[in-house]
């Protein structure tokens, strides 16, 4: 999928966002409520966590960049414990959606579904993080078959990847034939990435493609 920013990038951004900023963001929503913890423990604990659970991803993603044959089982094993005993911040999210996609890579749709799903119980749907969630729930959706379900995720939430959610749709449309529809979905993709100074690569060809293939039925009407 060709977009400003696919999915992985986006999760990147995600992840660099939350090294510079969320352990402030942290502290500023456990300042609100110290008024009825201790402060000073509960910063101490907090802080712990996070450094405790950006060391355990940090270890995912040496296993993801190594390669090697037995990095599925061990990017597996460090996944599910760091959801296991860190389930309350960023980093879970980050390692079922790692597991995810190590799902579909394996052709096992209703594994990736759960996944995604247990990630959106933890984080909340109009968060940027929420709003990728579901972008990858949608085309996981759509590949069970269950268009419905993926077309309703992408015209409900889409303020943070307008062109993603726009382009997905589109994908989804082409596979139903429903290529009229299609073809509004990635002008509207194109048009985002344009406002936002970026190319739309791929998006050019699909649209061209889509606009051959309905030609000869504009002629005839």
């Given at each position: 999928m ?6 992985d990038?986006?999760v ?12 402030s963001?942290?502290?500023?929503v456990?300042?609100?409520v ?7 423990q509960y ?10 659970a950006?060391?355990?991803w940090?270890?995912i ?11 599925i089982?061990?990017?597996n094993?460090?996944?599910e ?20 996609a190590l799902?579909?890579?394996a ?7 759960s ?19 579901q972008?990858?729930l ?24 307008p062109?993603a ?13 429903r290529h009229?529809?299609?073809l509004?979905a990635?002008r509207?993709?194109r048009a ?15 649209i ?7 030609a ?6």
């Open positions: 060709a977009d400003h920013l696919d999915d990038e986006q990147e951004a995600l992840k660099r966002w939350w090294d510079e900023n969320g352990k963001t942290m502290a500023g456990v300042l609100a110290a008024g009825t913890v201790g402060w000073q910063q101490g604990w907090s802080a712990q966590q996070a450094e405790m950006s060391d355990a940090g270890a993603e040496v296993a993801v960049q190594s390669g090697d044959s037995g990095s089982e061990t990017i094993a460090l996944a414990s760091l959801k296991d005993d860190f389930s309350g911040t960023v980093y879970a999210r980050f390692a079922a959606l790692q597991l995810a799902a579909v890579e052709g096992d749709l209703d594994v990736a579904e996944e995604l799903r247990w990630a959106l119980t933890k984080e909340g749907e109009n968060s940027e993080l929420g709003q990728l969630i972008l990858r949608a085309r996981v959706l759509a590949d069970q078959g269950d268009t419905t379900a993926a077309l309703t995720i992408l015209d409900s939430n889409k303020g943070a990847y062109a959610y726009a382009m997905a749709k589109g994908d989804i449309l082409v596979s139903e034939g009229v529809e299609a509004s990635y509207e993709a985002v990435l344009l406002a936002l100074g970026n190319p739309p690569g791929i998006l050019d060809t699909k061209t493609s889509l606009e051959s293939r309905l000869p039925a504009e002629e005839a009407s």
